[in-house]
């Protein structure tokens, strides 16, 4: 093999391995890029998903202020069950001591 077979052997070798490279290149931004329909729908994709985040933090804040209500209602609810039963035992303290003094009466 002389010096201008070389030469061609080699360029002929790096053109195919420039072609095939080329060829690659195009496969895959062939099947890698995103088309117009492709962005549309990822931006509707984008928009339902801040919705629902946006819901979500909604039904948490929501949910934050019920829970903090409910459990004003059922301190006042305890609140409201000791002074009843304070004042039952206040009365029925008050009933005994004025059976005791209508015995006394009775008796004496």
Do not use: P
């Not at 010096?3 to 195919?16: D, G, Q, S």
């Not at 209500?69 to 609810?77: K, S």
């Amino acid at each position: 093999m002389n010096r201008t077979e070389f030469i061609i052997a080699t360029a002929i070798i790096l053109f195919v391995a420039f072609a095939l490279g080329w060829f690659a290149s195009w496969l895959i931004n062939r099947f890698t890029r995103v088309t117009k329909a492709e962005i549309g729908e990822l931006d509707k994709m984008a928009q339902s998903l801040h919705d629902a985040e946006e819901t979500r933090d909604q039904a948490i804040t929501y949910l934050q202020q019920r829970e903090a209500e409910m459990t004003n209602q059922h301190a006042q609810t305890e609140a409201e069950l000791r002074a009843a039963m304070d004042g039952l035992r206040e009365a029925r303290r008050e009933a005994e001591e004025l059976r005791s003094y209508i015995e006394r009466q009775n008796a004496g």
